[in-house]
């Protein structure tokens, strides 16, 4: 199983990026889904999560900014970020609980994207 994140990028304040989360391998499950972000010298912190049911939960620093979403025909999540403050600037990290019989799951997590907020 892999996850591969992109769309990170820079990006000035006040604009928005969308984050991808593709997902592939032997899957039976994906369920939650997630992204959490490390800024430099800070620990790793969740940003959004969201269940198969698409009940959703935000960190309160980003909550009505940003929106988790979820594609599950094509095992894809995404980030819309927007209204993006320097302080969002981090690598984000995509993560899932995937189930690869019924009976086996497992926390994977994506190798990161870097997004900068910077004028």
């Known amino acids: 199983v892999q996850l591969q994140a992109s769309g990170g990028g820079l990006v000035q304040p006040g604009g928005s990026l969308r984050l991808s989360c593709a997902a592939s391998?032997?899957?039976?499950?994906?369920?939650?889904m997630g992204w959490y972000r490390q800024a430099p010298g800070k620990e790793r912190e969740l940003v959004a999560r969201?269940?198969?049911?698409?009940?959703?939960n935000y960190a309160d620093s980003v909550n009505g900014r940003f929106t988790i979403s979820r594609d599950n025909a094509k095992k894809t999540w995404y980030l819309q970020m927007n209204s993006l403050k320097p302080e969002d600037t981090a690598v984000y990290y995509c993560?899932?609980?995937?189930?690869?019989?019924?009976?086996?799951?497992?926390?994977?997590w994506g190798k990161g994207t870097q997004v900068t907020v910077s004028s």
């Open positions: 391998g032997s899957i039976v499950s994906i369920d939650p």
């Open positions: 969201i269940t198969s049911g698409g009940s959703t």
């Open positions: 993560t899932a609980r995937v189930g690869t019989s019924l009976y086996a799951a497992m926390n994977y």
